[in-house]
């Protein structure tokens, strides 16, 4: 099935949220959220690369929830090697679709 238009919004989306959460515009949080919705929102979304981003979207969740439960706001030295890492996996894939 080829991609269409609506994907190519939903992909642009969400390289627009993985910018703006670099940038520092919207939160780990909110990155997360958003992401899920787009993924979800994809008419055409190959199952292993399906797999292997919501693996990506889990290693955020988590911190978001570690930082949450700790009431912190920052990434710390054994969060933000998790977060760098999921990132960048997540806008290679996106790229990849």
């Known amino acids: 099935m080829m991609r269409t238009e609506y994907d190519d919004r939903q992909i642009k989306r969400m390289k627009d ?3 703006n959460y670099k940038n520092g515009a919207i939160g780990l949080g909110d990155l ?5 919705f787009l993924r979800d929102a994809l008419d055409v ?6 797999h292997k981003f919501t693996e990506k979207l889990t290693d955020l969740e988590s911190v978001n929830s570690y930082l949450i439960e700790k009431n912190e706001n920052k990434l710390d030295q054994v969060t933000q090697p998790i977060v760098n890492g999921a990132i960048q996996k997540i806008e290679y894939l996106i790229s990849e679709l």
Not at 32 to 36: A, F, R, Y
Not at 45 to 50: L, T, V
Request: negative net charge.
């Open 17 to 19: 949220q993985v910018i």
């Open 45 to 50: 979304c190959p199952s292993e690369w399906d």
């Open 32 to 36: 997360v959220e958003d992401l899920i």
